[in-house]
């Protein structure tokens, strides 16, 4: 079936460090593939998107590239922020119009 | 662009009560709404899809008498939970699908509302 894996948390960074969350999925077809962000107390938002293979999704600082060949999206930015310290979802939809399938979430706590 | 709001934001309800949450779009027309729970420190599991004018498709494992979800216009969704146990205690989510053209699978966020049954 269709899945999402993301890598385990938490992650804890310093200020202005290098993030990478990896992220891979089991899909039929071509999904489009998405990360989402839940800062504490508030719904999820849309940080980037890719709707086919080698597309970058970039936003705030953040990207992530489709990768066909390694089934993965993994997010990086390369200065982290105290203010990105968030839970991010790594998240597939294999039909327009379907619901989403998420990853676990990944809690990123960034320190200054 | 692209808002949904959720009302209530939080909820406290007496076990065997009933709880409605809505869901609106208030800048766009969703023709697609899905209802979202999740639990702390979890992922979002999926509970039904719901399209307007028909009935909502529930996902396995989730009681349709339970969760009654009412899609009556393009920019409305409600979900009741009817006789509310502690069980049910949870953070449900809805998201909103604009209706055909570009970026039709971008999916639109509430903020959530959180039910606490007692």
């Known amino acids: 079936g269709n899945s999402v894996t993301q890598m385990e948390g938490p992650v804890t960074l310093s200020e202005e460090a290098f993030l990478t969350i990896n992220c891979t999925y089991t899909a039929t077809g071509y999904p489009s593939l998405f990360w989402y962000v839940q800062y504490p107390g508030e719904g999820l938002q849309l940080l980037l998107k890719?709707?086919?293979?080698?597309d970058k999704g970039s936003n705030k600082g953040f990207e992530a590239t489709y990768r066909k060949e390694t089934t993965s999206f993994h997010l990086e930015k390369g200065s982290v922020q105290v203010s990105d310290s968030a839970v991010y979802f790594c998240?597939?939809?294999?039909?327009?119009?379907?619901?989403?399938?998420f990853g676990k979430g990944t809690t990123l706590s960034v320190s200054s | 662009g692209a808002v949904v709001s959720q009302h209530p934001s939080w909820v406290i309800c007496k076990s065997g009560t009933s709880v409605k949450i809505e869901c609106r779009s208030l800048d766009f027309q969703a023709t697609t709404m899905f209802w979202y729970r999740q639990f702390p420190k979890q992922s979002l599991m999926l509970m039904a899809t719901s399209n307007e004018g028909s009935k909502a498709t529930y996902e396995q494992g989730v009681e349709k008498d339970k969760f009654l979800i009412n899609h009556a216009s393009l920019t409305l969704s409600t979900l009741t939970v009817t006789s509310a146990h502690p069980e049910d205690s949870s953070f449900y989510i809805c998201s909103a699908r604009a209706g055909g053209g570009e970026g039709t699978d971008t999916q639109y966020f509430g903020p959530g509302t959180r039910l606490t049954v007692l």
């Open positions: 890719a709707t086919k293979a080698d």
């Open positions: 998240a597939l939809t294999y039909q327009a119009g379907t619901a989403l399938i």
